[in-house]
């Protein structure tokens, strides 16, 4: 018996603590907001975004789930997009895309609406959209857009009927993310522990998450600022090929091509930096910067490639507030504005969009 005792005395003293640490964590960690915080452990209160974000109640685009969806009239624009496209609907840039055109939006997951399947639907045979944008993210690019069996040929564009511009007069309103748990919540304390006590004691890091020092303060508005937390695969840029550059972008011209061979429909090919790619300029390690060769991609002038890259750069070079969120891979609502402007600017210097004529 006194064996016992002692045995139960012992496994109380070691697991105690931790219980102790658990239950305290679930009172005074923020819950996660970020994907990168609630997939690496990392807290909310030292890389959540602190500056208000902006939203459309209700979206000004249609986003659907499935590539069966029933149409109720056809759409001037269709995306095919990734997260960056239905991340945040309320705040997502096809929002900002639709108000500064007035025109009907429409967007589809990659996942779900491939471009063979927009190209054979009846969505884009009977009524086709004036504008096609195919989104992906940067990290992505070699594995969907794989070389193709026909060889690079050259790009062509149809002379599409102009569309007019007309800006919505809708503001978006501002939010703030949750400061506080509803709930008390023991399952994020323990997913939280488990993840940064190995990485904070240990060096061991069995997320999918890195995260990189920065040579100074980057224009985040969360508290950490001398950090970047980025995807993991984010770093494997580092064995691409131009090759694999180059069979991208010879994908993208291909698919620019089928679109427009309908001789009414306008192809843009979207590249979402990936964060690392966006921060370059900041990076401590140098061996991790100039991964991005988006300029390979853009090699071809008649391929219509906004180079968000560069705007999103600059606008970080100029000091501009969470174009990405320090705690998320994805923009804040700065990035989200500034690429839909990128948009609404090709479309506009290739004739597709026309300013309405005053009265």
Known sequence: MPNFRRYNLLLAALLGPVVVLMFAASFFLQPYDGGLTRLGGYPESRYGWLAPQQRFVPPLFRAFESSDAQFIEPADVVILGDSFTFQSR?????????????????????????????????????????????ETVERNVRNRLHASDTDCQAAHDPAPARLTLRRLPVEPESFLRPMRAVAFDLSMSVDFLTKAIPRELFGRDKTPTRRLALTREAPFSSIEKRQLLVYKDDLEKIHWTANDWASARCRLIELQNRVQANGQTFFIALIAPDKLSAYDDLLADRSLAGLSRIDLLARDPALHLPRIDLALRQAIRDGVTDVYLNNDTHWGSAGYELVAQSVVDTLTRAGVLAAAKSR
């Open 90 to 134: 309320q705040a997502s840039w096809p929002n900002y895309l639709a108000r500064a055109t007035g025109l009907r939006v429409y967007a589809f997951k990659l996942e779900e609406m491939t471009p063979d399947r927009l190209l054979q639907s009846e969505l884009f045979r009977r009524q086709p959209p004036r504008v096609v944008v195919y």
